[in-house]
């Protein structure tokens, strides 16, 4: 098993920036990619980012890419999502996942986090 925790959510202005970390525990050897999807309130679910286990290989979805930033400390063992130039339209609780390189197209792996919170206002 692996256990996925977020943490870093909250209230921010527009404009603004929130950092999310994905700490990450278990059988981790077996993950090949790491990601973060969110979900509006009454909206699907969307793919924002995803980087490789080795942190060399960097995917965005095209409305976050430039504003937003996937990394990771294997060290720590914490994938992070800097968020840069917030807007309302982020307002969202935002998923970390964990599974194989599909994360990459928007198809999300076995393992998820409990979410956080984000919510810019205007």
């Known amino acids: 098993q692996v256990q996925l925790v977020e943490s870093g959510g909250g209230l921010v202005q527009a404009g603004g920036s929130l950092r999310l970390s994905c700490a990450t525990s278990?059988?981790?050897?077996?993950?090949?990619?790491m990601g973060w999807f969110r979900q509006a309130p009454g909206k699907e679910r969307e793919f924002v980012a995803a980087?490789?286990?080795?942190?060399?290989?960097?995917y965005y979805a095209g409305s976050m890419k430039g504003r937003f930033t996937i990394s990771r400390d294997n060290a720590k063992n914490t994938v992070y999502l800097q968020m840069n130039s917030l807007k309302p339209e982020d307002t969202a609780v935002y998923y970390c996942?964990?599974?194989?390189?599909?994360?990459?197209?928007?198809?999300?792996?076995?393992?998820w986090g409990q979410g956080t919170q984000v919510t810019v206002s205007s």
């Open positions: 996942n964990a599974g194989q390189a599909g994360i990459r197209l928007g198809k999300p792996g076995d393992y």
């Open positions: 278990g059988r981790t050897f077996s993950l090949n990619t």
């Open positions: 980087i490789s286990w080795s942190g060399r290989h960097t």
